[in-house]
């Protein structure tokens, strides 16, 4: 599904080297976790992948079932069937929320060279998806995430996951901000998406949200590296022991 | 000394290309005091503290610069989708072939050009009288030279709640008209009208309207300033508001070489409420101004002003507004916000806000700003597969909400959005080809 070779990746405003050699391969169906202590690159891995500007890829390469990502304009990669939920959702006064959903549905199936869902269509398959995230009208009438609670928000982009129904997930410290019962509703709600052949990368500084996502493999990064992959049980050792042993023995 | 001689000569130049109409009756007599309020004042330079920011030269030409004739093709003419009453002026003159039976309108409605004569009119009261009115603190040569020389317009009156819309509609098709016009408009006490106005009118547009609302008189404005690229145009809505009277006016401009909109407006009776707002889009050589005075002289009463302008490719902006609250007018409410986004760093915005209170019971805000369009917007946008320009347009929507909000027809509301949502469309795919 998704290949990652070598990546390296610098500020473009400034000489930062943020990643120094990122490889992962995440297979379809698979759900992989990366976890790492604050500043180890991890948010800059998933805006990369989404093609955020102001990063500087100088080399490596990112595949996403064959196609070169790194190549594409953002709405290109989400065409592609790229989907990043992000750790600060953005909030846009003006633009209402489901008029937002409509037109990026509508977009990624003009480009796939699909028929655009009808009004009355699109309205029928976001009240049924919407009620499973707890998402009520209001939600849904208001300007996209202004003035939404932080858990609104989450449930908000995993809303747009559900609608967009992407090949490739990115969720992005999507516990963040989140109480338990919050971080359940999310969570059922990205399981809900998991069918074999969807693959998903969780980003996470914690364990907790590994305990509703579990994970096939997971990663720890630090210092723009993966340092070690194992198995779920190795987010229980961090759980256990913090990063610092990890780091340590790495050293 | 120097100036005014200047303004005299600009004046006299401008004057010696015109033809003033025909003078008898209660119209030659205001047409007469007009012209004496215009030599007093000469015409604008930009050394006035009000033309500071727009340059009046192709407006003071004795001839109107040369402007090509837009074909907008397949788009509809504006408020297509509305049952309204349509008036036509071609080039500023009256079309009767095009426009419907002035007899069925349901409102009284006569041809300025056909009301002159008589010794008395309801409109006398009003015509030039208004625009007299409004020339103080700040002047406005060319509402007095509108109402000295206007070769048409419409005198309309509203005594019940009128039926449907009237559209006066302006058509250019000359390179090189210069079109004035001159409206008047009386809403009686306790009656409805709305008036919309469409079309570029001519190469070089001069309009006046001025409006009286009666006691509890409510009246709605929606304006489509048309698409011709090279077109001029200096506009003044003046309106007085007697108690419990609304006045809302909303203008849409996109394109157009020089366009100042003015609006004048006197709150004269309490509780009554004034509502101006405007939403631009600009291209390339493009110089929009809005230039608003709002007096309140009575107690209780609100009024706002909306204003937003979207500017690329050198694009200026321009506001003046001003809140003037006399002494006594306790309660007032008055907010006033004017923001620009700039979509390079060519373009500019210039603003002017100004409040001026004589009275120590009152609310007024105002605020300004210009910003760049929100990259991180754009880029969740874009992630969510919505390109670059249509994730854009979607933000340019956003900013112009609050000002197209203003107008409280849903369905006229909804004409504006989509005019406007098919400009940027069209937009879009021209610059991404």
Request: hydrophobic letters at 45%.
């Given at each position: 599904m998704l290949e990652i070779k070598n990546l390296h990746v610098k500020l473009e405003e400034e000489?930062?080297?943020?990643?120094r050699g990122i490889d992962l391969k995440i297979g379809p169906g698979e759900v992989h976790a990366i976890m790492g202590p604050n500043g180890s690159g991890k948010s800059t891995l998933s805006y990369v992948l989404a093609g955020?500007?102001?990063?500087?890829?100088?080399e490596g390469s990112a595949m996403l079932e064959g196609q070169?990502?790194?190549?594409?304009?953002p709405e290109e990669r989400a065409a592609a069937g790229l989907f990043l939920a992000f750790q600060y959702p953005v909030e846009i006064p003006g633009v209402g929320n489901m008029t937002f959903l409509r037109t990026a549905v509508n977009a990624q199936r003009k480009a796939r060279g699909e028929e655009e869902l009808s009004a009355a269509d699109f309205l029928k398959v976001v009240r049924e998806k919407a009620k499973g995230l707890k998402i009520d009208a209001d939600m849904l009438k208001?300007?996209?995430?202004?003035?939404?609670?932080g858990g609104e928000k989450k449930r908000n982009e995993i809303l747009q996951m559900a609608m967009l129904e992407p090949r490739m997930c990115i969720l992005d410290?999507?516990?963040?901000?989140?109480d338990v019962d919050a971080m359940k509703l999310v969570s059922d709600g990205v399981n809900a998406l998991r069918d074999g052949k969807r693959s998903f990368l969780v980003i996470t500084h914690y364990q907790r949200l590994l305990d509703h996502i579990r994970p096939d493999v997971v990663h720890i990064m630090a210092g723009g590296r993966i340092i070690r992959t194992g198995g779920p049980e190795l987010a229980l050792e961090v759980e256990t022991n913090g990063y610092a042993d990890i780091l340590g023995e790495v050293g | 000394m120097a100036l005014a001689a200047a303004k005299e000569t600009a004046l006299a130049a401008r004057e010696a290309a015109l033809r003033l109409p025909e003078c008898s009756g209660w119209l030659g007599a205001a047409r007469i005091s007009a012209r004496a309020r215009l030599a007093a004042m000469g015409l604008p330079a930009r050394r006035d503290e009000y033309w500071r920011y727009t340059d009046p030269a192709s407006l003071n030409a004795p001839q109107a610069p040369v402007a090509a004739v837009f074909r907008p093709g397949d788009e509809a003419p504006a408020f297509d989708g509305i049952d309204r009453f349509r008036i036509v002026f071609v080039d500023g003159v009256f079309d009767a072939a095009a426009s419907?039976?002035?007899?069925?309108?349901?409102v009284e409605i006569e041809r300025l050009s056909q009301a002159g004569?008589?010794?008395?009119?309801?409109?006398q009261g009003i015509y030039g009288v208004l625009e007299a009115r409004g020339q103080?603190?700040?002047?406005r040569p060319y509402a007095a030279l509108n109402t000295a020389y206007a070769t048409d317009g419409v005198l309309i009156r509203a005594?019940?709640?009128?039926?449907r819309p009237i559209a006066l509609v302006y058509v250019h098709n000359s390179e090189t008209s210069d079109a004035i016009l001159h409206h008047c408009i009386k809403v009686e006490a306790g009656a409805e009208l709305t008036v919309l106005e469409s079309g570029p009118a001519a190469a070089r547009f001069c309009k006046v309207m001025e409006v009286d609302i009666a006691d509890g008189g409510r009246f709605h404005h929606i304006r489509v300033q048309g698409r011709d690229h090279e077109r001029r145009a200096v506009t003044h809505v003046f309106a007085r508001l007697g108690a419990e009277a609304l006045f809302k006016s909303f203008t849409l401009t996109a394109n157009g070489r020089l366009t100042r909109n003015e609006a004048v407006i006197e709150l004269?009776?309490?509780d009554s409420v004034a509502h101006v707002a405007g939403a631009a889009v600009g291209d390339g050589d493009f110089h929009h101004d809005d230039t608003v005075f709002i007096t309140?002289?009575?107690?209780h009463c609100e009024s706002r002003q909306v204003f937003k302008k979207v500017l690329m490719n050198g694009a200026t902006g321009v506001f003046q507004g001003k809140i003037l609250v006399k002494p006594g007018a306790q309660k007032t409410d008055g907010y006033q916000i004017s923001q620009s986004l700039l979509l390079d760093e060519d373009s500019q915005f210039l603003a002017k806000p100004e409040l001026e209170i004589y009275a120590d019971d009152v609310k007024c805000s105002h605020g300004s700003t210009s910003g760049a369009i929100d990259e991180t917007a754009l880029f969740y946008l874009q992630s969510r597969g919505v390109p670059r320009v249509v994730a854009q347009s979607l933000l340019v929507q956003a900013f112009l909400a609050e000002a197209i909000d203003?107008?409280?027809?849903e369905a006229i509301a909804e004409d504006i959005r989509g005019r406007l949502e098919a400009w940027l469309a069209r937009h879009a795919a021209k610059a991404g080809a």
């Amino acid at each position: 599904m998704l290949e990652i070779k070598n990546l390296h990746v610098k500020l473009e405003e400034e000489d930062k080297v943020i990643l120094r050699g990122i490889d992962l391969k995440i297979g379809p169906g698979e759900v992989h976790a990366i976890m790492g202590p604050n500043g180890s690159g991890k948010s800059t891995l998933s805006y990369v992948l989404a093609g955020r500007e102001g990063y500087e890829v100088t080399e490596g390469s990112a595949m996403l079932e064959g196609q070169e990502l790194l190549e594409m304009e953002p709405e290109e990669r989400a065409a592609a069937g790229l989907f990043l939920a992000f750790q600060y959702p953005v909030e846009i006064p003006g633009v209402g929320n489901m008029t937002f959903l409509r037109t990026a549905v509508n977009a990624q199936r003009k480009a796939r060279g699909e028929e655009e869902l009808s009004a009355a269509d699109f309205l029928k398959v976001v009240r049924e998806k919407a009620k499973g995230l707890k998402i009520d009208a209001d939600m849904l009438k208001r300007p996209v995430n202004v003035g939404f609670s932080g858990g609104e928000k989450k449930r908000n982009e995993i809303l747009q996951m559900a609608m967009l129904e992407p090949r490739m997930c990115i969720l992005d410290e999507t516990d963040s901000g989140l109480d338990v019962d919050a971080m359940k509703l999310v969570s059922d709600g990205v399981n809900a998406l998991r069918d074999g052949k969807r693959s998903f990368l969780v980003i996470t500084h914690y364990q907790r949200l590994l305990d509703h996502i579990r994970p096939d493999v997971v990663h720890i990064m630090a210092g723009g590296r993966i340092i070690r992959t194992g198995g779920p049980e190795l987010a229980l050792e961090v759980e256990t022991n913090g990063y610092a042993d990890i780091l340590g023995e790495v050293g | 000394m120097a100036l005014a001689a200047a303004k005299e000569t600009a004046l006299a130049a401008r004057e010696a290309a015109l033809r003033l109409p025909e003078c008898s009756g209660w119209l030659g007599a205001a047409r007469i005091s007009a012209r004496a309020r215009l030599a007093a004042m000469g015409l604008p330079a930009r050394r006035d503290e009000y033309w500071r920011y727009t340059d009046p030269a192709s407006l003071n030409a004795p001839q109107a610069p040369v402007a090509a004739v837009f074909r907008p093709g397949d788009e509809a003419p504006a408020f297509d989708g509305i049952d309204r009453f349509r008036i036509v002026f071609v080039d500023g003159v009256f079309d009767a072939a095009a426009s419907d039976d002035l007899s069925l309108a349901g409102v009284e409605i006569e041809r300025l050009s056909q009301a002159g004569g008589s010794d008395i009119h309801w409109a006398q009261g009003i015509y030039g009288v208004l625009e007299a009115r409004g020339q103080s603190p700040v002047q406005r040569p060319y509402a007095a030279l509108n109402t000295a020389y206007a070769t048409d317009g419409v005198l309309i009156r509203a005594t019940g709640r009128a039926t449907r819309p009237i559209a006066l509609v302006y058509v250019h098709n000359s390179e090189t008209s210069d079109a004035i016009l001159h409206h008047c408009i009386k809403v009686e006490a306790g009656a409805e009208l709305t008036v919309l106005e469409s079309g570029p009118a001519a190469a070089r547009f001069c309009k006046v309207m001025e409006v009286d609302i009666a006691d509890g008189g409510r009246f709605h404005h929606i304006r489509v300033q048309g698409r011709d690229h090279e077109r001029r145009a200096v506009t003044h809505v003046f309106a007085r508001l007697g108690a419990e009277a609304l006045f809302k006016s909303f203008t849409l401009t996109a394109n157009g070489r020089l366009t100042r909109n003015e609006a004048v407006i006197e709150l004269c009776g309490p509780d009554s409420v004034a509502h101006v707002a405007g939403a631009a889009v600009g291209d390339g050589d493009f110089h929009h101004d809005d230039t608003v005075f709002i007096t309140h002289a009575a107690e209780h009463c609100e009024s706002r002003q909306v204003f937003k302008k979207v500017l690329m490719n050198g694009a200026t902006g321009v506001f003046q507004g001003k809140i003037l609250v006399k002494p006594g007018a306790q309660k007032t409410d008055g907010y006033q916000i004017s923001q620009s986004l700039l979509l390079d760093e060519d373009s500019q915005f210039l603003a002017k806000p100004e409040l001026e209170i004589y009275a120590d019971d009152v609310k007024c805000s105002h605020g300004s700003t210009s910003g760049a369009i929100d990259e991180t917007a754009l880029f969740y946008l874009q992630s969510r597969g919505v390109p670059r320009v249509v994730a854009q347009s979607l933000l340019v929507q956003a900013f112009l909400a609050e000002a197209i909000d203003e107008v409280a027809d849903e369905a006229i509301a909804e004409d504006i959005r989509g005019r406007l949502e098919a400009w940027l469309a069209r937009h879009a795919a021209k610059a991404g080809a």
